[in-house]
């Protein structure tokens, strides 16, 4: 009878030394991966040059907090207020959207918004096309305000409320009608 690999490896892997050398092997994968990713600590900054000779050519030496490396710790809004001459507010807001094309658009409205908070120069912009978006042409508009808002996340498991942070970000009076 001929052995194959497949008996082979199912072999060695049923073995008492074949249990031992797998569990060594996985036991090493995990404290790598683990000592890897620890907060910076005199722990882990004396196992990782132990650890690195393993690590460097098995790919393990990744660190994942890369992939969040500064989470979000607050959230922000921003409002776009139109008054109008009869004493209304209007009230226009970057959405979600639905859920079949919302999240194609939001991203691109994501983006948008970062750049409305962080550069002056696009507020006018933005408030002039919310203007036009939310009047009609024989309605009279008073004036237009961009307003941010940050509410800070609240930690799992704190009571206390949540700090926010309201700020104006552009103002502007309209022209009555002519």
Known sequence: MVLTK???SKRFETSFL????ISVVVTAII???VVWNLPDSEIRRSAIPTLTPLAAPTGLEQ???MYAPDPIQR????EVHVAMADGGD????FQRGDYVGGPLFWYHWQKFKEQVIRLPG???GLADWVVQQLTRPDEHPVSVQV???AVDLVAPGQEAPPATTVETLYERTLEGPS
Do not use: N, P
């Open 75 to 78: 959230t922000e809004i921003v």
């Open 31 to 33: 404290l790598i991966t």
């Open 122 to 124: 696009t507020r006018a």
């Open 18 to 21: 074949g249990e031992v050398v």
């Open 63 to 65: 660190v994942w907090s």
């Open 147 to 149: 307003v941010f808002r």
């Open 90 to 93: 209007r009230l226009w807001s």
């Open 6 to 8: 497949a008996d082979l």
